[in-house]
């Protein structure tokens, strides 16, 4: 039989190495996009130097690709020839420099290249030869000094060229290289060593922005007809440039022009050219002092009496008065005070002769209080939609600080340290859509303080120092949809803080003190809720058994509870996600875990997507049919959970799963057969797992080489953890077939040997042989029968597992009826026996399983407790699995049914096993009872743990007894309790 197995062995193993069929793939320094349908890819912090080697074993489907923080520094000639469907190719690499002339042939498709931040200083005349599809070049950031004129000839539908951040000193050979481009309408030669603008050629017609900031330009030096056609122009950043430098020019296209820091008058500007005035951008002019003279030139050249857009930033600033736009056409659009010194901005008295004025920003200024505006007599501005006040000092924002601007929608009060927003500072803003109240110093929010905002459909408050909210703090925005209160210090939501929401999708209190989640609370959003942030708060549980806080949320799609602090959720109550029966996202990352459930996802229906990073401790046991109810889920992020072994017992339910993240786990092989069975699946990442390179993974080695179905991300980066120097997907597998090979040559070459020695040993020792076959014999027999005695003999007759309330108990009055009075129970108890330094996980096990019972003292704080729900559970594990009577309870007082059938697991013990009452004092004969308790509790404990047959077969009829049956026994002993005397209910 043996000869006839290894023979097959064999024959399997010489045909089977080509008759593989694979079906995953991977690539050795790309990672495919899973959703993109093989034309994404990512290729990012490799050490490889030549762009062709990262690339050679792309497939042609590739139209993505991005090769970054690599340490690029070649890129060869014909790289990417293998790829003639690639549109977007970036390159973003530190070191690179030496681009070959070829390096980019066939990409004819290819519309976008980005080669910023590089270090290229030279591009060969045709580098970017027969490449005519390329809308967007970006080449910022490198060292470019000089342009070859022709080096973007085929370029001719170039849409926008970025040559931003680089050494050119040409203007001329730049404008030449672009002449001829049709298309072009965006050049940005910003930050380079331009000195001057003269140049032969004309600049394409198609041009419409052209930046030409940061260089060094001493004056323009361009024909009067270079910028004939250009809309945006920037020269800022060139202290010497004067407005006779513009003497001439044609900007008559222009609608934006920035001078921001040049020495260029307003007024002589205007003279010498035939610039529009409203289109200048009056940043960075240094005209704190002339801002009356520069409102009546404008007055003087704007023909139609109305600016749109009159941009004042970084002009020095610091007061405004109702003289000051006096005379300047009337502003209709925006007004820009930004970066300016400005100490307040009053009730935008300065404003009066503007009252169209719709969006103002006084960002980035010195203001450090918004005053009440409630008296200020008939000023008022209608039309103001949008106010930004962030980025200043502001500390206190007054009642009716926006009396004067009723019809507001937008108000960014952000990023200020305001501390005291005043009941009525909100007063009167009716239409208010967002408000930004955001990175702040508040530390309370009224029931008045959101009063009037019954159009608010955002409010940000994150990042304050808000500890409680408190009931209708918000009952007014019945229009509300996206509440953030992150980054506070909520440790505390009084029962009616959301109360009036009734239109809330979304909620963020990420980044609080939240111990607890209030499921009424949250459960009074249940029409609406859609997202759902706690992330980063200190919930954390320490019982299995607690009432479950979404059970109202219905419509949740989304749900975050990852990484609570200081040290994570801990214990996952039973049933938690009940309700959660729209769910589509859960977040679960760093929260340390004890363990899950079995049924604790079983509720979430529909969930996609779930991430369950780092969020156990050591080595998860995820029990098998743990997931089986998500038939949904497509996206599983399982990264260093302990997992052992991604099976198809727990994992196989997961049908629809498309993408699995199994990084840092601790799993030594994955079934390829398995892994073929989920049908839908894209993409496994292994990284860092420790998959053995022995034979238990040829067949895995094999499936990870080439083509078609599942890509399994970063195989080419596994080592072997077993042998040293070699790779997981080639180490050397022969050694599998040679081991059959040695073990067959050995088998055969003892069977000879034996064949030999057998009659020649038979004639000569036959006496000695039978004697120590005696003896043998004997010795052997003894040896059994003291691991059969071992094994009955524990170290202890009973593990005491008890809540510390209850400790006084136990050491007066357990301990002394059985360890003494004439009884000699061996008890284990914790404070006596636990090993100290060892982990008390560790101890609760051991203690457990060297005790022959364990013995629960019941009571409501051994209940709460999570180690002895711990205990409990253990001692119910060992009790299922291994058919043993190990479970005695005692209950120490009554409790009440309502509280116990929560415990779902401990009515299962209670129905099947062996439980105790302790009469307490008022029972009618305590001491009489008392005595009789011991008596049954030593009985119990002395009683074998193994049953027999006959037990066993009546155990297994009255688990399929019907629910009346046993629900009728619980009555029988509710009813026993109420009597208060003892009872001991055998099975
Ligand atoms: C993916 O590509 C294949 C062929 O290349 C095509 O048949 C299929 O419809 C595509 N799927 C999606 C989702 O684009
Ligand atoms: C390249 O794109 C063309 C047109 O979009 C398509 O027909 C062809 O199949 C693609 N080639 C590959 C290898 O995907």
New binding site residues.
């Given amino acids: 039989m043996e000869k006839h197995r290894l023979n097959i062995l064999v024959l399997v193993a010489i045909l089977n190495p080509l008759s593989h069929f694979s079906l995953s793939y991977s690539f050795r320094n790309c990672v495919e996009n899973p959703t993109s349908n ?1 034309t994404r890819f990512d290729c990012m912090y490799r050490y490889e130097q030549n762009a062709s080697a990262i690339v050679a074993d792309l ?3 590739a139209k993505v690709l991005n090769i970054s923080v690599c340490a690029v520094s070649t890129i060869p000639s014909g790289s990417f020839s293998h790829l ?2 690639l549109t977007v190719l970036r390159l973003h690499n530190k070191n690179l420099s030496n681009i070959d002339k070829d390096a980019f042939r066939n990409l004819f ?1 290819l519309q976008i290249m980005n080669l910023s931040s590089n270090r290229i200083s030279y591009l060969h005349p045709s580098t970017f030869n027969n490449l005519h599809s390329i809308t967007n070049l970006l080449i910022q950031d490198n060292l470019l000094p000089s342009l070859s004129q022709a080096v973007f000839a085929d370029l001719e539908n170039l849409e926008s060229l970025i040559l931003r951040r680089n050494l050119l000193s040409s203007f001329s050979v730049v404008v030449e290289s672009v002449a001829h481009m049709s298309k072009l309408t965006t050049l940005d030669l910003s930050f380079n060593r331009l000195p001057s603008l003269h140049h032969k050629a004309r600049l394409p017609p198609s041009l419409q922005r052209l930046y030409l900031g940061n260089n060094r330009l001493k004056t323009l030096g361009c024909k009067t007809d270079l910028f004939s056609r250009v809309k945006v122009l920037d020269l800022s950043y060139h202290k010497n440039l004067s407005s006779k430098d513009f003497r001439g020019l044609d900007l008559g296209s222009i609608t934006y022009l920035r001078l921001r820091s040049t020495s260029v008058n307003v007024g002589e500007l205007l003279n010498v050219t035939n610039l529009t005035p409203q289109h200048m951008d009056f940043s960075g002019l240094g005209l704190n002092n002339s801002l009356v003279k520069l409102c009546k030139l404008l007055r003087k050249h704007v023909k139609t009496h109305a600016i749109r857009k009159m941009i004042l930033q970084s002009n020095g600033i610091h007061n405004l008065s109702k003289a000051t736009f006096h005379n300047c056409p009337s502003f209709t659009n925006i007004l820009d005070l930004s970066q300016n010194e400005l100490k307040t901005t009053g009730c935008l008295q300065f404003l009066r002769d503007h009252q169209q004025l719709q969006i103002i920003k006084v960002e980035h200024n010195h203001l450090t209080k918004l005053e009440s505006c409630k008296r200020t007599d008939d000023l008022s501005f209608p039309h103001m939609k949008e106010m930004s006040y962030r980025y200043n000092r502001i500390l206190l924002v007054s009642g009716f600080a926006f009396y004067h601007t009723p019809n507001l929608t937008n108000l960014e009060l952000n990023i200020n340290i305001i501390a005291y927003l005043d009941h009525k500072a909100l007063h009167g803003l009716r239409n208010l859509k967002n408000l930004r109240l955001d990175n702040n110093l508040l530390t309370d929010v009224y029931e008045d303080s959101f009063e009037d905002l019954h159009s608010l459909n955002t409010l940000n408050l994150r990042n304050n120092r808000i500890a409680v909210i408190f009931n209708r703090t918000f009952h007014s925005l019945q229009k509300l949809e996206i509440l953030d209160l992150g980054g506070n210090k909520i440790s505390q939501l009084m029962p009616e803080a959301f109360s009036g929401l009734s239109s809330l999708t979304k909620l963020y209190l990420d980044r609080n003190c939240l111990k607890k989640i209030d499921g009424d609370l949250f459960g009074k959003l249940h029409n609406t809720l859609q997202v759902l942030d706690l992330e980063a708060n200190n919930i954390r549980y320490s019982s299995m058994f607690e009432n479950p806080p979404f059970v109202k949320l219905t419509k949740l799609l989304d749900l975050k509870l990852s990484g609570q602090l200081p040290r994570g959720i801990a214990m996952l109550p039973l049933d938690f996600f009940r309700g959660l029966s729209s769910l589509r996202s859960l977040w679960l990352t760093n929260n340390h875990i004890a363990f899950f459930g079995w049924n604790t996802f079983d509720d979430l229906l529909s969930l996609e997507f779930l991430v369950l990073d780092n969020s156990c401790v050591g080595v998860t046991q995820l029990k098998p049919g743990i997931f089986k109810n998500l038939r949904k889920l497509k996206h599983l992020r399982a990264k260093n959970l302990g997992i052992r072994s991604f099976s198809r017992e727990v994992f196989g339910n997961l049908t629809r799963l498309e993408v699995v993240y199994l990084n840092h786990n601790v799993m030594q092989t994955l079934n390829s057969t398995f892994l073929e069975e989920l049908l839908n699946l894209k993409y496994l990442d292994v990284e860092k797992c420790p998959l053995s390179c022995g034979c238990l993974n040829t067949d895995l080695q094999n499936w990870t080489n080439s083509t078609q179905k599942v890509q399994l991300a970063h195989i080419y980066d596994l080592k072997c953890p077993d042998l040293p120097n070699s790779d997981f997907h080639d180490f050397d597998t022969k050694v599998c077939y040679l081991h059959i090979e040695i073990y067959f040559f050995a088998s055969t070459y003892s069977v000879s040997l034996l064949l030999t020695l057998i009659p020649l040993l038979y004639v000569k020792l036959y006496w000695k042989f039978k004697y120590s076959y005696y003896v043998f014999r004997s010795w052997f027999g003894e040896q059994w029968r003291r691991v059969r005695e071992q094994e009955e003999d524990c170290e202890y007759d009973a593990f005491v597992s008890y809540n510390s309330e209850d400790e006084k108990w136990v050491l007066d009055t357990l301990v002394p009826n059985l360890e003494g009075n004439g009884s000699s129970f061996r008890l284990c108890l914790h404070h006596r026996d636990f090993e100290l330094g060892r982990d008390i996980v560790d101890n609760i096990v051991k203690a457990v399983y060297s005790s022959r019972k364990t013995l629960c003292v019941v009571s409501q704080h051994y209940l709460h407790s999570e180690w002895c729900s711990l205990e409990i559970q253990l001692a119910s594990y060992r009790m299922f699995d291994e058919l043993r009577d190990v479970l005695l309870l005692i209950f120490l007082e009554p409790i009440p049914e309502r509280q116990l059938s929560a415990y779902h697991r401990m009515r299962r013990v209670m129905l099947k096993k062996t439980y105790l009452q302790w009469p307490g004092r008022d029972c009618s004969d305590p001491t009489k009872a008392q005595e009789l308790f011991w008596k049954k509790l030593k009985r119990a404990l002395r009683s074998s743990n193994n049953r027999s047959r006959e037990e066993e077969e009546g155990s297994k009829e009255r688990e399929e007894e019907p629910q009346e049956r046993a629900e009728e026994r619980e009555h029988f002993i509710n009813e026993r309790q109420k009597d208060d005397e003892p009872y001991y209910l055998m099975p």
Wanted: hydrophobic share 0%.
């Fill in positions: 093989h497939p042609p489907s003639p469907n498709q």
